[in-house]
């Protein structure tokens, strides 16, 4: 079974995919590292964020899955969790070359997850919500919300605790994909 993550950023999905990986004796694929090992190995000047937006424009939406995938093919694991995928090409590339595809969409609102990124990356910075709601807008142009409205099974909304949210996990991912 492949379970995909889908959400805006800091909404969850890597802690969900960490837990469902545990639950589930997983393989976990970060999309985003994909993303950051491209990135890195080019030349490009821009931030990363207009590094992606560069990169689907000229390869497609799905460019940063097609690594996904290719590890994926040479995993000997039978359940996979993917945390990180913004588009519905993404989504659908994996549909395309494997079966038994979950998706889950995991949301938090705005100001809970720039609190989190804050926490995670550095509570002094001087990193602005307003930054934070601009990169929002760009990752909902990638097409975000309609995935979440169109393609999950589920929609997980995690805006408490970490056991309020593997417990969800629990009842709501957990049984569909076992």
Known sequence: MIICLVGPSCAGKTT??????????????????????RYSDSSFPGSIMEFVKKEFEEKGKETFARPVRDAMSESEDDNVVISGFRTKQEIDLIKCNFNSVFVAGIYANSLLRYQRKLRRDNPDSDYRYRDFIQKDFTEYNFGIVKMLDDEADVLVVNEGTFDELYNTIDQQIVPKVK
Do not use: G, P
Not at 16 to 37: C, G, M, N, P, W
């Open 16 to 37: 969900s995919a960490e837990y469902i990986q545990t639950r589930l004796d997983a393989a976990h694929f970060e999309a985003s590292e994909f993303v950051k090992s």
